[in-house]
T-cell receptor
Framework: SQTIHQWPATLVQPVGSPLSLECTVE??????LYWYRQAAGRGLQLLFY??????ISSEVPQNLSASRPQDRQFILSSKKLLLSDSGFYLC?????????FGPGTRLTVL | GENVEQHPSTLSVQEGDSAVIKCTYS??????FPWYKQELGKRPQLIID?????GEKKDQRIAVTLNKTAKHFSLHITETQPEDSAVYFC???????????FGTGTRLTIIP
């Protein structure tokens, strides 16, 4: 069966510091991969998605970037965090149409 | 692109009663409609989905109906229980598109 991992689970970072969040998927090959952000009490904002290694589509211009160095690995990065980057970051993978979410990383920027 | 609207944004229901959440979509090519449940602090979980070749699908106490002509679909929860309290998101997609378009969510509270 398929499993999706995210780490770290929680993170507290100062404004202006860098960020690296990692997501890996097991049990499937060539998945579509997604990064979402959810502000407290809000909906799901799609940040990036990828249909293959090195292929990244950006949905919202911002100070974040994404990379897919391996088939089942998706990384979200920032060079300098802003206060507004705080939120719950969710990685997801899809097979045909069904989309499944990882456990998430709760990021607090102080 | 696709646009999904979801109503109501909040819903309080007495335990044992039924709850209905409605979504409308704009792209007539959409053919896949999932529903997610997100408990506080947790990830969204896929609870039921429907494809455009059927009008209704049921799984125990939850059911989803789809009206392709009117471009709307609904989630029905019967005999609600306290553990049904959560935020529910609808979404729409067509199989040729990599992205799901989500509704803005409904916070459902079950009153004991």
């Amino acid at each position: 069966s398929q499993t999706i991992h995210q780490w770290p689970a929680t993170l507290v970072q100062p404004v202006g510091s860098p960020l690296s969040l990692e997501c890996t998927v097991e049990g499937t090959s060539n998945p579509n991969l997604y990064w979402y952000r959810q502000a407290a009490g809000r909906g799901l904002q799609l940040l990036f998605y990828s249909v293959g290694i090195g292929q990244i589509s950006s949905e919202v211009p911002q100070n974040l970037s994404a990379s897919r160095p391996q088939d089942r690995q998706f990384i979200l990065s920032s060079k300098k965090l802003l206060l507004s980057d705080s939120g719950f970051y969710l990685c997801a993978w899809s097979r045909v149409a069904e989309q499944f979410f990882g456990p998430g990383t709760r990021l607090t920027v102080l | 692109g696709e646009n999904v609207e979801q109503h109501p944004s909040t819903l309080s229901v007495q335990e044992g009663d039924s709850a209905v959440i409605k979504c409308t979509y704009s792209d007539s090519a959409s053919n896949y409609f999932p529903w997610y449940k997100q408990e506080l602090g947790k990830r969204p979980q896929l609870i039921i989905d429907i494809r455009s070749n059927v009008g209704e699908k049921k799984d125990q106490r939850i059911a989803v109906t789809l009206n392709k002509t009117a471009k709307h679909f609904s989630l029905h929860i019967t005999e609600t229980q306290p553990e049904d309290s959560a935020v529910y998101f609808c979404a729409a997609n067509n199989f040729g598109n990599e992205k799901l378009t989500f509704g803005t969510g409904t916070r459902l509270t079950i009153i004991p």
